[in-house]
């Protein structure tokens, strides 16, 4: 099995576990962002070069207003108190999104936090965000299109570089927490020959036994690429 690259995540259950106890999905909001920061660390730890966290999807707009904006906001709050760990760290963090669209004050943290981690090179976070997989290829097709390229003349690499994964290895292992069995419209393209791995942990409750326990699973599995051995590392 070739080394683990690129480790994306879905990260799923915040509300079902507030719920669970009795409690406002706010709660739940804020225990996934701790299980955020001890993931991070640990794929830090063991050396995965990148990792994707699904944060805000495109469609998650339609949720209660007050809801979206306490997300932001915890999302701010959290870059904030992070950032010198993530120095530290050498982590660089990047945005897959449609950042223009967040709130003003989650963009201007965003973007310091990117600016600050530009030189970082141990690890790179990726936090999809306003991401949508189906908006991202119509995304690219429109940038090919104003730049005249033939059809005859395009490759597959020459749409992966319009991407908001450009220059990164497509996702390894895609991880999905909370019980559903399904993309959500997550990294459409990339995915293609990725794994994935699903369990029925609530992300607030994915600590680092459970990370391990999908690092295992996907260690022991033989990835074909659709022929009859593995890709070459």
Same mark, same amino acid.
């Given at each position: ?5 690129h480790l ?7 509300g079902?576990?507030?719920r ?5 999905? @706010? ?7 701790e299980?955020?920061r001890?993931?991070?660390? !640990?794929c830090?730890?063991i ?5 994707? %966290?699904?944060?805000f999807s +495109?469609?998650?707009? @339609?949720?209660p207003?007050?809801?979206?904006g %306490?997300?932001? #906001?915890?999302?701010?709050?959290f870059?904030?108190?992070?950032? =010198?760990?993530?120095?530290?760290? @050498?982590?660089? *963090? ?6 223009g $669209?967040?709130?003003?004050a ?8 990117m ?5 970082c ?7 999809a965000?306003?991401?949508s ?13 104003? +730049?005249?390229v +033939?059809p005859?003349? *395009?490759t $597959?690499?020459m749409?992966?570089?319009q ?6 290895p497509d =996702?390894?292992l ?5 019980? !559903?069995?399904?993309l @959500? ?8 020959? /990725?794994? %994935?791995y699903? #369990? ?5 409750? %994915?600590?680092v ?5 999908? *690092? $295992?699973?996907?260690? /022991? ?8 051995? $593995? +890709?070459?590392?």
């Amino acid at each position: 099995m070739p080394p683990l690259k690129h480790l994306a995540i879905i990260m799923d259950g915040n509300g079902r576990w507030a719920r669970a106890r009795g409690l406002d999905r @706010s709660a739940g909001h804020r225990a996934g962002t701790e299980t955020a920061r001890e993931i991070v660390r !640990e794929c830090r730890k063991i050396g995965i070069p990148y990792l994707t %966290f699904y944060t805000f999807s +495109k469609e998650n707009w @339609s949720r209660p207003k007050q809801e979206v904006g %306490f997300l932001f #906001t915890l999302l701010k709050d959290f870059l904030g108190q992070e950032l =010198p760990s993530l120095l530290e760290q @050498s982590i660089r *963090l990047n945005v897959l999104g449609d950042i223009g $669209e967040l709130p003003l004050a989650t963009r201007q943290v965003l973007r310091h936090a990117m600016d600050k981690t530009s030189g970082c090179s141990a690890m790179n976070l990726n936090l999809a965000l306003n991401y949508s997989g189906r908006h991202e290829i119509l995304r690219a097709c429109q940038a090919l299109l104003r +730049k005249q390229v +033939k059809p005859e003349s *395009l490759t $597959e690499e020459m749409f992966a570089d319009q991407l908001y994964t450009a220059g990164m290895p497509d =996702p390894d292992l895609i991880l999905r927490t909370s019980g !559903e069995l399904r993309l @959500s419209n997550y990294l459409l393209f990339q995915s293609a020959y /990725s794994e %994935f791995y699903f #369990t029925d942990v609530a992300w607030p409750d %994915f600590h680092v036994p459970e990370l391990h326990a999908a *690092l $295992e699973d996907y260690a /022991s599995r033989q990835r074909r690429f659709g022929t009859t051995g $593995e +890709k070459p590392a």
